[in-house]
């Protein structure tokens, strides 16, 4: 059982890191969209293309803008993000934990 236990436990470390990657990309791209970047520039293109499949779905989902014309969707984003890695890698930890 210590296999399956460490392999939890390896998912989880795993998924933190990404999630936490994803947060400080979310994060920087919020921030850059602040000065309007420009959107030639390598990292502007990387941010764009590395946060635009998180965020594309959540603006389907959102109405316009609530009308007043700021994008929500960072917020949702980061909510996701923290719920993530609140609930599902404790809950692989647990489970690791638990199989020792």
Known sequence: MFVLSNLFSAIATLL????????????IRALISWVNPDPHNPIVMFLYKTTEPILYPIRKMLPLQFGIGIDL???IAFLILIFLRSFLVKTLLDISFRLR
């Open 16 to 27: 933190n890191i990404v999630l936490t990657i994803l947060y400080w990309l979310l994060l």
């Open 73 to 75: 969707s960072p917020i």
